[in-house]
Each structure stands twice: as structure tokens, then as C-alpha cells.
């Protein structure tokens, strides 16, 4: 639903999400190797959530205060929302993808920032808005990267151009 790298997300603190103003600020990536600057500059941003992430987002964030209250450990609201690591996030997804029914194996949590950006695109947002919501520093990495012929589109181009030249 952002299009966040997997470091991003695990990087991300309960003081990044500003549910009042509907936005998830990307400050810092988690890496195997711990805590640390984004890829790059441009990929510290803030971008716009929508409200059914945002209540899954409240929803985690009172289990795990709740959770945390019963073990006898304190909530941070500057701690980091997710606990587990890289290697824990792939297996998890893959368990996701196995109960969907989809072939394990075949997609990473990056496909889910693939799609994101493809599928934007696909439906006609500007590539420099699509680079800015990935944190790219340039668009020309976006399409070189994410743009492809989706089936169909000729067809909705041609009957575009058609009503731009009044056919």
C-alpha cells in the first residue's frame, strides 16, 4: 500500500505515522546489519496513507501495546513497529502467499513494491509522482524500472488521442 522498500518498513518508528494528518514519514532503513540512513537521499520522503492502512496500522499498534502490557514490558512510542528481522519477513510472507494459494517461492516482499509502482502507472499517474512516492531521485529510474506495456493500453491511447483531437 506504499511501495516501501522491506528495510524501509522495518525501519519505520511509531512517531513516522502521523494518523491525524494521514502520512507515514521514511526516515531510516533496518538492514541485517542494523538501523541506518535510507538508500539514498531522496528515499527519505513522506507519503500519503490511506484510512483502511491507517486503521490496520491502530489496530497492530493497540495489540502490541496490549501485548507488551501482559509480558510486563513497556510500550516506546519511539520504538520501532516491527519486531522481527529480514529473514523473519520473508518467511512470513511466504506463509502468506501459501495460504492465498499462490506458488511459494515465485514473489518477494519486492514484488510487492513492484507492483505498487507498476500499477500506478498502469493507471496514469505521472512518473514523477510515481518516483517520489518510491523515494526514487530521478523518474527515469521509475520507467526504466517499473514501466511496461500493460495489455489493453493501446487500445485506451488510441480511443485518448481520438477524444484530445476530436475524432
Known sequence: MTGMR?????????????????????????????????????SVRTIFIEDDMLALLHKFKVATKAALLRSGERFDKDGLIFSFNHTSAYYYFQDIIKNAGI?????????????????????????????????????????RIYAHA??????????????????
Do not use: C, Q
Not at 111 to 126: D, E, F, I, P, Y
Open 6 to 42: 522491506l528495510s524501509e518498513g522495518l525501519g519505520l518508528e511509531w512517531n513516522d505515522i502521523n494518523f491525524k494528518k494521514k502520512t507515514v514519514s521514511i526516515e531510516r532503513s533496518r538492514t541485517p546489519f542494523g538501523v541506518g540512513p535510507t538508500k539514498t537521499p531522496s
Open 103 to 143: 506458488e511459494v517461492g515465485k514473489y518477494v516482499i519486492h514484488s510487492l513494491r513492484h507492483t505498487h509502482a507498476t500499477l500506478l502507472m498502469g493507471a496514469g499517474v505521472s512518473p514523477v509522482d510515481v518516483a517520489n512516492r518510491l523515494g526514487h531521485s530521478d523518474p527515469a529510474i521509475t520507467l
Open 150 to 167: 500493460i495489455k489493453g493500453n493501446d487500445e485506451k491511447n488510441a480511443e485518448l488521442f481520438a477524444k484530445i483531437v476530436n475524432l
